[in-house]
């Protein structure tokens, strides 16, 4: 049975007033990992997470200690057949951005920018608000720390369906594409209906 360390992508937000908007933004992929073989210890100064798939026959195992401290009473976790979203909220409030996620400034490569999600830290004010409609009904981690996922009733949390605003903000982009095109076309067919009434006339 072999033991991996599971891919993290990883966003933030910041705000010294609203701290509801001074949070890091966690995916750990662990595809095919029932909520029953989870288990996470969520502390102020970084998570134990292990993770069990049947059908991979593979353990995750990850330990990260953050750059700096979060309240485990105000984080939120959602967990999907593809892997373990969570909300942290970072404990200070503070209009920077963390330099990075974790305290050793030392690149990891199983740690990555989740682009999607990812707003430069002067940009953010203007940013749509995020969705995160998914992780309703839990009312922060039980029990403070959230020794495991006990007490958290997955069934209100809805399927396993994509992030919002990840492709689709593609996609909307892209929908203005044709739009381009056509007024090209349209004025090449105009230009051509002007040329054959000179030549008619």
């Given at each position: 049975?072999?033991?991996v360390?599971?891919?993290?992508?990883?966003?933030?937000?910041?705000s010294?007033?609203e701290?509801?908007?001074?949070?890091?933004?966690?995916?750990?992929s662990?595809?095919?990992?029932?909520?029953?073989?989870?288990?996470?210890?969520?502390?102020?100064?970084?998570?134990?997470?292990?993770?069990?798939?049947?059908?991979?026959?593979r353990?995750?195992?990850?330990e990260?200690?953050?750059?700096?401290?979060?309240?485990?009473?105000?984080?939120?976790?959602?967990?999907?057949?593809?892997?373990?979203?969570?909300?942290?909220?970072?404990k200070?409030l503070?209009?920077?951005?963390?330099?990075?996620?974790?305290?050793?400034?030392?690149?990891?490569?199983?740690?990555k920018?989740?682009?999607?999600?990812?707003?430069?830290?002067?940009?953010q004010?203007e940013?749509?608000?995020?969705d995160?409609?998914?992780?309703?009904?839990?009312?922060?981690?039980?029990g403070?720390?959230?020794?495991?996922?006990?007490?958290?009733?997955?069934?209100?949390?809805?399927?396993?369906?994509g992030?919002?605003?990840?492709?689709d903000?593609?996609d909307?982009?892209?929908?203005?594409?044709?739009?381009?095109?056509?007024?090209?076309?349209?004025?090449?067919?105009?230009?051509?209906?002007?040329d054959?009434?000179?030549v008619?006339?």
């Open positions: 049975m072999s033991q360390t599971p891919e993290v992508l990883w966003a933030q937000r910041s010294n007033t701290p509801e908007k001074n949070f890091v933004y966690l995916t750990i662990v595809p095919d990992v029932p909520k029953e073989n989870l288990k996470l210890d969520l502390q102020p100064t970084g998570l134990t997470f292990t993770g069990y798939s049947e059908t991979l026959k353990t995750y195992h990850l990260l200690t953050f750059y700096a401290e979060i309240d485990p009473a105000e984080s939120k976790v959602h967990h999907t057949a593809r892997n373990v979203e969570l909300k942290l909220r970072k200070e503070n209009d920077e951005y963390w330099p990075r996620l974790l305290k050793e400034s030392k690149k990891v490569q199983f740690v920018t989740d682009f999607d999600k990812w707003v430069d830290e002067d940009e004010n940013a749509p608000e995020d995160f409609s998914q992780f309703g009904g839990m009312g922060g981690m039980p403070g720390a959230g020794a495991d996922f006990g007490g958290i009733d997955f069934s209100k949390l809805g399927g396993a369906g992030l919002p605003g990840g492709e903000e593609e909307e982009s892209d929908d203005d594409m044709p739009a381009l095109e056509g007024e090209e076309e349209a004025k090449e067919e105009a230009q051509e209906e002007k054959a009434t000179k008619a006339a």
